[in-house]
């Protein structure tokens, strides 16, 4: 059975303070995905992670993905309080669909 | 915006009742999936659509059901409705039938009474 296991699931930080959220999963996946979501909103794609080594920055946030090791990692950089949400990994394992994490709930405070 | 549309974006219902939900797709978008979010389950995937046929099943229970037309809409019909059926339901849509990028609709909350 697929695994995607987040760490942690819930994150309180202060502004200003870096934290790196860590997403394991299970299956042979060349590829990854990182999505946020505000409360009782839609999800939003962030990052797709398409091959081993892959980073990507976006603002305060970077994306990276070691297939090898199965581990794909989201860094924040200096939160601000527009960064509090939650934050899915996800992946495709063969012949299914979009398998997501319990999804990281994260607090930027003062 | 996504592009995705999700109708109605709030329903509330009664136990044993029968709804359906809607799904507009992505312009080009040829499928469909379907998940479902409640607090203590996470992200659910239920069902995929691809071009008109059944791709994939998840965690979809039988009195659940699907379908995608040939305009490439698709509902989701959820019948005898329980109390846990209280949930936000997702669409998402994506050009291929796996492993490519999926867009999400604004969601439907659903809560059964």
């Known amino acids: 059975e697929l695994k995607v296991e987040q760490n942690p699931l819930f994150l309180s930080m202060q502004e200003g303070k870096n934290y790196t959220i860590y997403c394991n999963y299970s299956t042979t996946s060349d590829r990854l995905y990182w999505y946020r979501q505000d409360p009782g909103k839609s999800l939003e794609s962030l990052f797709v992670?398409?091959?081993?080594?892959a980073v990507k920055q976006e603002g305060r946030l970077m994306a990276s993905l070691d297939t090898k090791a199965r581990l794909s990692t989201l860094h924040i950089t200096a939160a601000v309080h527009d960064l509090s949400a939650t934050y899915f990994c996800a992946v495709f394992p063969s012949g299914y669909a979009l398998n997501f994490g319990k999804g990281t709930s994260l607090l930027v405070t003062p | 915006d996504s592009g995705v549309t999700q109708t109605p974006k709030h329903l509330i219902t009664a136990t044993g009742q029968r709804v359906t939900l809607r799904c507009s797709p992505r312009s080009g978008d040829l499928s469909v999936y379907w998940y479902q979010q409640s607090l203590d389950q996470g992200l659910q995937f239920l069902i995929q659509y691809y071009n008109g046929e059944e791709r994939a099943k998840g965690n979809i229970l039988e009195r659940f059901s699907a379908q995608q037309f040939p305009d490439l809409h698709s509902e989701l019909n959820l019948s005898s409705l329980e109390l846990g059926d209280s949930a936000l339901y997702f669409c998402?849509?994506?050009?291929?039938?796996?492993?490519?990028?999926?867009?999400f609709g604004q969601g439907t909350r659903l809560t059964v009474v």
């Open positions: 998402a849509s994506s050009r291929e039938a796996g492993n490519t990028e999926a867009f």
């Open positions: 992670l398409l091959s081993n080594g």
